[in-house]
């Protein structure tokens, strides 16, 4: 009996837990970014269920930094089969990167980025436009997903 009211309170009162890692060089958003999209986190987690990259589509000059973070980061073992959300942040100024150019940039990526969901998202973290998609699209990638929890690694 136990058992049973047990499950029953967890399934009724317990939420389903996601992890998504946000990633991206300095000044490229994220904190404005999370700010907008009213998302907080009150730790930081060993595992993720998604990771949303964030770029600066204003500096062009950092673009091959960004790239090698983005390269490392999605050939991490750990993030095998964990969707991508790739922002392109600051589209809001006249002078930024359109999302082609930043594809183009990133091209030599896309054999790294395997079978998983990878997609590249316009946005303004500043006016919010964007912003929604991005994260609507998110979570739909981590929920189809969630039968693939993330890698466990024993540390020895």
């Given amino acids: 009996m136990y058992t049973l009211l047990s499950g029953l309170y967890k399934y009724v009162f317990q939420k389903d837990e996601y992890c998504v890692l946000i990633l991206g060089l300095d000044n490229a958003g994220k904190t404005t970014f999370l700010e907008q999209s009213k998302t907080r986190f009150s730790k930081y987690y060993a ?51 359109s999302i082609p150019d930043i594809k183009t940039a990133f091209s030599d990526c896309t054999s790294k980025i395997g079978r998983r969901d990878c997609l590249t998202q316009a946005c303004s973290a500043l006016t919010g436009k964007g912003v929604r998609e991005g994260i609507e699209w998110m979570v739909k990638c981590v929920v189809r997903n969630v039968h693939r929890p993330p890698r466990q690694r024993d540390i020895t």
Avoid: W
């Fill in 47 to 97: 595992e993720c269920h998604g990771v949303i990259y964030v770029i600066d589509s204003t500096d062009e000059g950092r673009l091959p930094e960004s790239k090698r973070a983005f390269e490392k980061m999605v050939t991490s073992e750990a993030l095998d089969g964990v969707p991508i959300l790739v922002l392109a942040n600051k589209q809001d100024v006249e002078t930024c990167l």
